[in-house]
Nanobody, 125 residues
Framework: QVQLVESGGGLVQAGGSLRLSCAAS????????MGWFRQAPGKERESVAT????????YIADSVKGRFTISRDNARNTMYLQMNSLKLEDTAVYYC??????????????????WGQGTQVTVSS
């Protein structure tokens, strides 16, 4: 059974930084691309960043490009999201997710089949 556990969320002032972690178990982590998503109140869940199983290929949403960095440590079965220069509009619950298929870059949210419980990120002015 796949288990994804996010950590590192919290309250931060605008302009500050946070680093989210996602610890994965129950899957061959180094064979799966991984993704970060977020959902703000009243809004749909949106993709923030995706990383290939090797870590060599990454996708960053335009809204966070230049401020957020996705990375992974396959030896630790952990994925990270470094968030810098945080803005009020970054406030959301952040989720990590694993796709259904290994060795394939997911293109759509429906390609992801396993989700963490989420971690709250709140950016204050």
């Amino acid at each position: 059974q796949v288990q994804l556990v996010e950590s590192g969320g919290g309250l931060v002032q605008a302009g500050g930084s946070l680093r989210l972690s996602c610890a994965a178990s129950g899957l061959r982590f180094n064979k799966y691309a991984m993704g970060w998503f977020r959902q703000a109140p009243g809004k749909e869940r949106e993709s923030v960043a995706t990383i290939s199983w090797s870590g060599f290929t990454t996708y960053i949403a335009d809204s966070v490009k230049g401020r957020f960095t996705i990375s992974r440590d396959n030896a630790r079965n952990t994925m990270y999201l470094q968030m810098n220069s945080l803005k009020l509009e970054d406030t959301a619950v952040y989720y990590c997710a694993a796709p259904v298929q290994m060795l394939k870059l997911p293109l759509y949210i429906t390609d992801f089949g396993s989700w963490g419980q989420g971690t709250q990120v709140t950016v204050s002015s």
